[in-house]
């Protein structure tokens, strides 16, 4: 639903916590009904929620083996951050045959000798981040930078979350900026600040150089969230970011019962007060097309609330029109996280109309139940459907664990490779990052089925000592098509040092390790214009305005 309604406005910490949501019981937050958890799985206080136990088999070391199959490490140097991110936008800039990495700020030119562009304090390369496009009409580069108050990560210390005290104040008395602000980075190794808009936090989004920019966005506290992992939840959020100078809000959309105070509609989910349970939105909404060119869907993930099919035929008025949930409830987790349209022409039939969803794991050692990332098929839109599910990875036959829930840290998957990349795809190879388990490569030629082809985990780092130098080994992962090469960013939170990894794979094909001008993109509005030889008739789908 959208709103202008005054009684959806944000409220003060100390507002908040009168609701009741704040109370705080020995240490250990009680939300409304968790009297009625107490005979749990757990045996703790509130029992049957996450985290669970530990399992027996967690080593009480870290893995410093390295282990690949099927793939060739071609090249690799240390930076920050990652190169992927949580939805499945552009993460490459390009003019001539320079390439970049911007939100590493590493030029990846020349694969063999990757460079770091400056010290991991400038503009481009720290603070910025988030996804960009070039815009034709500006024929500008520009880049959205997102910002928001910001929790702790739970932790031995605080393993509910933000149902202590200490965790709730740290995130209501964060003085960040809670936002956006525009750049242009025309000029990657000198961006200028284009615009800001102060609208709340914002975390996950989806931008594409086009008109609107979608994000996960909590403009009010009464937003609510079960899960550990923050306060307060987010919605939908649609910016206008058509002129970069002056970003509006056009639309705010949220589940009813996602709002406190929308009790009888909160009532009806069965994880309403489960104490655990991702309540809203992750990752923005995936427009394939853009509205301005006649675009009327879009792909959402509500965490536990499900995947939703929206209709933005009226921008400023997004509507569900389809929802599809988990075949099996189980609490935890972020049980829609990404939805990446696969990309097929008519060569591939059977991969046309296909959607890959994954989740993301919040809880370190499996203490959450276990959960898939499908294959989902939306033809009809109103009625999608799950047609296939990954099986989960397997360790090296010579680690030293049959599982990956014994090799400490989160494990499950986040970052897909970037739907918007150089070259001609290949609709049917499909990278996806997994925290513990490294980079995977799977064959979807047969939907139903999905085959991993390759993997690559590397050598834990961190101190087993110290939950938050190993707890999330995160990694970000993006393919150029038009030079076989494989991008993988291992990192971790807090870390000043992660690293990029240029990997072949035969999968892709031989590796090209030259230097090349990006000649199309694999989805063809985007970066209309990008270099001014780039010839036009590749661009189908394109407004009128961007063809004058």
Known sequence: MTTNDA?????????????????VAAGVGMTPGVAA?????????????VPLRKPACSLDYLDRNEYIHNMEILSFVKGRGGVGNDSVGPVMWARGAQRVLPNMAIDISDPKKPVVMGEPTTPFGGPIGGPLGYVTRLKKWVAIQQSGRQGWTPTPEYPQGQYHMAYRNHYFDSTNFRGIRT????????????????????????????????????????????????????GLGIIDVSDPANCKVVARWWVPGQMIGEEDEWKKWMFADDYSSWTGCHGGMVMPQRPEDGGTIGYCGMGAFGMYVMDVTDITNPKPIGRLDTPVFTRGAIPWHTQHPVVADSSHPRLQDLLICTYEPLESDCQEAARATYVVDVKDKRNPKIIGLFQPPKPDPTAPYTDFCCARGRVGPHIIQAWAAPGVNQPHLLAITYYNAGLRIFDISEPTEPKEVAYFVPARRGDINKWNTFRRQDGGVFVEWDRNLIWFSSNYIGEEEGGLYCMSCPALGKPILEPRKVTRWTVPHINVGWDDQTPRTVYLGRSLRQMS
């Open 7 to 23: 009684r959806f406005t944000a409220r003060t910490r100390r507002d908040f916590l009168k609701t009741g949501v704040g109370l």
């Open 37 to 49: 958890q107490i005979h749990g799985t757990t045996g703790r206080d509130g029992g049957g929620s």
């Open 183 to 234: 750049w242009d980075v025309t000029d990657p190794v000198k961006p200028v600040q284009m615009g800001e808009l102060a609208c709340g936090d914002v975390t996950g989004a989806f931008y594409d150089g086009g008109n609107y920019y979608t994000c996960e966005l909590t403009w009010d506290d009464r937003l609510r969230m079960e899960s550990t992992e923050r306060p307060v939840s987010a």
